[in-house]
């Protein structure tokens, strides 16, 4: 009789052993699920945050640097003198200034909306208050004396100002 | 634990954001510090003014002065000065051609005194380096703000039709009339004070006003053979139609200042009470002066019973006999420094009408 007690009450206990085994394997994985995936989504979200913003600083800061540069440009036309070659009337010398806060470079200039490139080698740079000639040689069109003649000065970074003058 | 990875992620995201939106505000500072910076430069760039004197350039030759007055909010200092030739013929003339002159304060040819202080006038300009000659010039004063203002030499004579000015000179002589709206008067009956004599009532006595200025550095004294000198001419469209052709002219001479209307003529005494004249200054005329006309006869002489002036009063009055347009011109005889000039200036056209003071 004692004997059978003994077994019913390692049985009993072996159940209650097993019993209490399975639910504390249960706990760690849900523990351990929800870890894995609160870190997978949060590098991914951080991973995602680190480009984005690294996207958005970079195209914003190129803005702004560019824009803040680009604002800072004054150029202005001084004096421009019509001359001629021979009896053509087909030479036309620009004065520009910079009154700005950082150099420019003349990248085009347009005589009555007519595009004449300036030649970047060696870019036409114009220094903080100096002033640089730009002369235009004429070409499928001439000064008139007495018309006006509308000049406008294009800077590599977009800025323009436009002037006339009268020959 | 997980809680505590979330919660430390949430932190670093939420401290990123917060980092992102101070980068924000120190680029959105950076560019609005430009912004303003350049407006403020801007603002004085555009509050320079800058304005000449005539004759422009003082003296030809080299060197060469010219004054400037600056008249806007900010202290201006000239860069350069470039000088073109608008002489197309005359070859020999300087500062023709491509690069025609230009005067920098740091090269050759170059200027002085560049800076020129905000409500400062005459501020003279020497430059040195060019010789101009009395062809046409065009003289471009550029700024260290990038603004240009010009002035052409020889200063341009100031006609009618062109001018901005409220008064304009009828004449290149000492003695000048400002031709503007209240500058040609006249009273009638017993008036006392004048109306503008441009349309008149015809035959009827007036006394004119007319309003000179002395653009001579010496007093104008008048003679007394002063004269306003009326010539109609037909009307063909108003009230004078129909009277033939005009062969009428009136003289009126000065009278003295004292005369306010055709009933009261003072003879005009040019040796014991002259109109006086006084001297130019440096910046022109010294006032002016209302010269006053209305007599038949010059000084102090009357008309006899067959109409020929002859010694003696009262002064008899004028008018204009004709309801038709007149050509005024006016005659002036004065003493200047001891001599004696006569001048005419071509002056103005009134219309005398039959339906005074409407004048169709």
Redesign the interface.
């Known amino acids: 009789m004692a004997r059978k007690f003994r077994i019913l009450g390692w049985a009993e206990k072996r159940s209650r052993r097993q019993h209490r085994s399975r639910k504390a394997i249960s706990t760690i994985m849900a ?1 351990l699920t ?2 894995v ?3 997978s989504l ?1 590098s991914l ?2 991973v995602w ?2 480009s984005s ?1 690294g996207a ?2 970079g195209g ?2 190129y803005w ?1 640097s560019s ?2 540069i680009a ?2 440009e ?1 150029p ?1 036309v ?2 421009v ?1 019509f ?1 001629k070659t021979g009896s053509t009337n087909n ?1 036309v ?1 620009i ?1 520009v ?1 910079n ?3 950082v150099p420019i470079t003349v990248a085009s200039v347009y005589l009555n909306s007519t595009l004449y490139n300036i030649p970047q080698s060696p870019p036409l740079t114009v220094g903080v ?1 100096q ?1 640089q ?1 730009v ?1 235009l040689i004429l070409s499928g069109q001439l000064w008139v ?1 007495g018309d006006l003649q509308t000049i406008t000065i294009a800077t590599l970074r977009g800025t323009t100002t436009q002037t006339t003058w009268v020959p | ?2 809680t505590i ?2 919660a430390l ?1 949430f932190v ?2 939420i401290l ?1 954001g917060f980092n ?1 939106m101070l ?2 505000f120190a ?2 500072d ?2 609005n510090r ?2 303003t ?2 407006g403020l ?1 801007d603002q004085q ?1 555009s509050s320079e003014v800058l304005t000449f004197n005539p004759p422009g350039i003082m003296n030809t030759g080299s060197p060469f002065n010219f004054t400037v007055n600056n008249i806007g909010g900010v202290t201006s200092t000239i ?2 000065i ?1 000088v ?1 030739n608008l002489a ?1 013929l005359n070859v020999g003339s300087p500062c ?5 002159c ?1 005067a920098d304060p740091t090269g050759s040819p170059t200027f002085n005194n560049p800076n020129v202080k905000n409500g400062e006038s005459f501020h003279v300009v020497k430059v040195t380096g060019i010789a101009i000659d009395n062809s046409g010039y065009r003289i ?1 004063v ?1 700024t ?5 203002f010009s002035f052409y030499f020889p200063w341009p004579s100031n006609l009618g039709g062109g001018s901005n000015s409220n008064s304009t000179n009828t004449a290149h002589g000492a003695l000048d009339v400002k031709f503007d709206l209240n500058s040609f008067n006249f009273t009638r009956g017993t008036q006392t004070v004048p109306q503008q004599g441009w349309t008149v009532p015809y035959s009827t006595n007036v006394i004119w006003w007319v309003k000179v200025v002395n653009n001579a550095v010496n007093p104008i004294v008048l003679s007394k053979y002063t004269s306003l000198y009326f010539v109609c001419y037909q009307d063909r469209f108003g009230a004078g139609a129909g009277t033939g052709t005009c062969t009428e002219t009136d003289l009126t001479y000065v009278v003295d200042n004292r005369t306010m209307n055709p009933g009261t003529i003072y003879q005009y005494d040019d040796v014991n009470r002259p109109y006086i004249l006084p001297a130019a200054g440096p910046n022109g005329p010294t006032g002016s002066t209302t010269v006053k006309f209305g007599s038949f006869c010059p000084g102090q002489q009357t008309f006899d019973s067959n109409g020929n002036c002859v010694n003696g009063s009262p002064s008899p009055p004028q008018d204009v006999d004709f309801p038709t347009p007149y050509l005024v011109f006016m005659g002036f005889f004065y003493k200047v420094n001891g001599v004696i000039v006569g001048q005419t200036i071509s002056f103005v056209a009134i219309r005398a009408c039959a339906t005074y003071p409407s004048c169709p």
């Open positions: 523990n929800m870890l995936i609160v870190v949060s979200l951080f945050s680190i913003f958005y600083t914003a800061g702004f824009r803040s604002n800072q004054r202005t001084e004096s003198y001359s030479v010398t004065y200034r009154v700005g806060a208050s002033v000639q002369q004396k | 634990m997980s990875f979330g992620f670093i995201l990123m992102l980068w924000n680029q959105f950076a560019y430009v912004i910076t350049m430069s760039r860069a350069r470039y073109q197309p023709q051609g491509a690069t025609g230009i471009i550029a260290t703000r990038g603004n240009q």
